[in-house]
């Protein structure tokens, strides 16, 4: 079975074969960026594990979310490379760009903030992930300029939807 | 015809290997009947990625460094004129063996067993690996040799778990052979979680089958039927390679049932790891493949008897893994040539950290430190000072530079503390912190308890608290000791690797630098300047140029100036977040 099988499809499919709860969440969570409270109630359902069980494996591994994400990723090394090349900078500089703490959403839903243990590009240090790219050798200054591009362009897009530019107006004052 | 190569593993990508590729392949469709263009692996130089490489039979010139432009460049005057661009190659390969490149320092104390096909051949293409050699091993194992034979042969080899604990392979098979027959597993740990370690993911991503082959060996040798590649969900690129190269083995009868007409029936699927390090231990992973939270069990009973669903299960390392075929087609004594008396054959080490020289080599056991960071790794980087070498990852030690002449291998490392772990090798320069260092790693193993024993679960909370004080500049008297005790209670009573090895970091840093542990706590100062509560901020008049962006940036308005003219700040008020320094673009602000 692929493991990149929709989520209604593989639920669909599940005939019983053990170990099959960790796929279930990770294409429920690719499916919907995070997995949603039905989502829970629905596997529980088809595979007759308690949801309780479900609960304390989704909570137990790193990788699952029970919160929607912000319409950008920022994920942060914090492997030891990347650590003694002062990347508890680059957290900050992004903590004050944005105003949240890792592993929060800003209030404009545009960036969630995560850490990583390595993302294995430990010649590239210190280095963040903003969603599919990785950006490495990064300094202050550099990471400003990637978000607040991200920024620029969210901000052009919206005001590009006529509807929409009051909204943003307030956002940026 | 000649073939360019672009490398595409996750550090290439990450370096930009993308737009080169782009760029590259709008030329060659455009010259048609000049190049072929292909991808490869990681060659094990990530310092100098993107790489590519132009290929014309035995000769090969390899371009470090590489963007759109100087790919057009290469393109007009290499692929198409016949020059080549001598100042840009990294490594280059002639008709006759010779080889020369401004980075053969690194490539040439090399051995590459692992990494023999990394770099050098499309991951992609069953076709590239066979012609390679590949799956010989496999015939081998599956029509010469009985399966007693084979586990004789990886025996006599005297290759051990590349995993870290360096439990003798072939015995390990033994074990499992030995129980009755029925169904069994073979696993294949490629759950890569210490920081700083990349050595799996770029055999995965650079040479899938020869993992592949490797375990429908092993298959063959314990009689198993079903396998299983529990892979980091971060290595999406490896998952997808390893996805790709099951379906190709398939196609062509390696795997699923009756393999080459043999008898064999075997079956792998991958499982993607959801990101816990406690995985990496083995009775834990197996745990997470059957769905359930990722907690260790008590052993005995022993894998080799009751592991994967209560079945008789030989789980080995990727490393471990992608040895096996060289081993069946060059024969044991060949492997067991490389290597120490009681460390055989060669290991993948990850060199990062303060090296100038940071990526992937493969050397033979038992190679000093200081050959792998000063010859291999270049040195240290902007020129600063060798401090130590931290190895195993969390679970490890740091080996300090006093120190460098220890051999690599299982005997001599872990008498210093350390231990080998699964080849991490982050390079410590003097601006490194021990304590921080040690107080990092605590986090990180604290962080990834899974919670399952006491000593395991509050044990590294009191240790990384008590660390967490000392680097805040609140240490106690008496800390270094509570500090001793307690990592050796943890390190006794806890029931899985995890815990048995959190307090490593500790424990060999305090053995190593008591003098930054005191400076520490009785001193109130950082001897590394890395510890922000312990240091002064200053800002150099002469590098200032009053912009004032530093003072905006102060939550506590100790930072004071005229516009324009150089600012101060006022040591009393400073909280010392170090925000100033992330802020000024000038380079002016320092720790003192």
């Known amino acids: ?173 | 015809m000649i073939r360019v190569l672009v490398g595409m593993g996750t550090c290439g990508l990450s370096a930009g290997a993308r737009q080169v590729m782009d760029a590259l392949r709008v030329l060659v469709e455009a010259h048609p009947g000049t190049a072929t263009l292909g991808a490869t692996g990681c060659i094990g130089m990530c310092y100098r990625e993107p790489l590519v490489e132009v290929r014309e039979g035995a000769v090969r010139r390899v371009y470090g460094e590489v963007d759109p432009a100087l790919a057009a460049e290469i393109f007009s005057r290499h692929v198409l004129g016949g020059e080549v661009l001598r100042e840009h190659v990294v490594w280059a390969q002639e008709a006759d063996g010779g080889t020369w490149g401004s980075e053969l320092d690194f490539l040439g104390p090399q051995v590459r067993i692992v990494l023999r096909n990394c770099g050098l051949i499309d991951p992609e293409s069953l076709d590239e690996y066979e012609s390679r050699g590949g799956y010989a091993g496999l015939r081998k194992a599956l029509f010469a040799l009985t399966p007693a034979q084979v586990i004789e042969e990886v025996k006599a080899s005297g290759l051990r778990g590349r995993g870290g604990a360096g439990f003798p392979t072939g015995l390990k098979w033994s074990f499992a052979a030995a129980q009755p027959a029925g169904r069994k597993y073979v696993v294949c740990n490629a759950d890569e979680g210490d920081p700083g370690a990349f050595m799996d993911r770029s055999v995965l991503e650079g040479d899938p089958h020869a993992v592949l082959e490797g375990m429908i060996v092993c298959a063959r040798a314990i009689g198993a039927s079903q396998g299983f590649i529990y892979c980091r969900a971060e290595y999406p690129l490896a998952v997808r390679r390893l996805e790709l190269a099951i379906e190709a083995a398939r196609v062509r009868g390696y795997l699923g049932s009756d393999i080459l007409g043999s008898g064999l029936s075997f079956e792998v699927k991958v499982k993607q790891g959801a990101g816990a390090f406690v995985c990496g231990e083995e009775t834990a992973l197996f745990a997470s493949i059957e769905g359930e939270r990722g907690m260790p069990r008590i052993r005995p009973p022993f894998p080799a008897e009751k592991g994967l669903w209560q079945r008789p299960t030989n789980n080995n390392n990727v490393e471990t893994y992608a040895n096996i075929p060289w081993i069946l087609v060059n024969g044991a004594a060949a492997y067991a040539a490389y290597g120490t008396e009681k460390s055989r054959g060669t290991k993948v080490f990850a060199l990062a950290g303060k090296v100038a020289r940071g990526g992937l080599a493969e050397v033979p056991m038992g190679m000093p430190i200081r050959d792998l960071v000063m010859g291999i790794g270049g040195g240290i980087k902007e020129g600063r000072t060798f401090k130590a070498v931290q190895m195993g990852g969390p679970s490890g030690g740091c080996i300090p530079a006093a120190q460098a002449d220890t051999p690599v291998d299982f005997e001599s490392i872990p008498k210093t503390g350390a231990i080998m772990g699964s080849g991490g090798m982050v390079v410590l320069d003097d601006s490194t912190c021990m304590v921080e260092l040690a107080r990092f790693f605590l986090h990180f193993t604290q962080d990834e308890s899974c919670g399952k024993c006491t000593f395991c679960r509050l044990g590294t909370l009191r240790l990384l608290e008590i660390l967490e004080r000392i680097v805040r500049g609140e240490g106690q008297e008496g800390d270094e000791d509570r500090l001793r005790s307690l990592g050796q209670q943890v390190k006794e009573a806890s029931l899985c690797g995890l815990g048995q090895t959190a307090p490593n970091p500790v424990l060999s840093t305090l053995r190593y630098y008591p003098e930054e542990y005191a400076a520490h706590i009785r001193d109130r100062r950082c001897p590394a300047l890395a510890c922000l509560p312990l240091v002064d901020f200053v800002i150099d008049p002469e590098r200032c140029t009053g912009c004032g962006l530093c003072a905006k940036s102060c939550a506590v308005g100790a930072i004071s100036g005229a516009v324009r003219q150089p600012h101060a700040i006022a040591v009393a008020t400073c909280v010392r977040c170090g925000r100033c320094l992330a802020t000024c673009s000038f380079g002016a602000i320092r720790k003192a």
């Open chain 1, 1 to 173: 079975m692929p493991t990149n099988e929709p989520f209604a499809t593989r639920l669909w499919r599940y005939d019983g074969a053990p170990g099959e709860l960790i796929p279930l969440l990770q294409s429920a969570q690719e499916h919907f960026g995070y997995i949603p409270r039905g989502a829970i109630q629905h596997i529980a359902g088809v595979t007759g594990i308690p949801e309780s069980t479900v609960y304390g494996v989704i909570t137990f591994y790193n990788q699952f979310r029970l919160q929607p994400m912000g319409r950008h990723l920022i994920r942060t090394c914090v492997g030891t490379a990347c650590h003694v090349a002062n990347a508890r900078m680059i957290n900050d500089t992004i903590r004050d760009e944005l105003g949240i703490e890792v592993g929060e959403t800003t209030p404009d839903g545009l960036f969630t903030h995560f850490t990583v243990a390595c993302l294995g590009c430990c010649s590239l240090a210190p280095v963040m992930m903003v969603d599919e790219d990785t950006h490495g050798k990064l300094t202050p200054a550099s990471v400003r300029k990637i978000l607040r591009k991200i920024k620029r362009e969210a901000a052009q897009r919206e005001a590009a939807k006529p509807a929409a530019t009051a909204a943003v107006a307030k956002e940026q004052p």
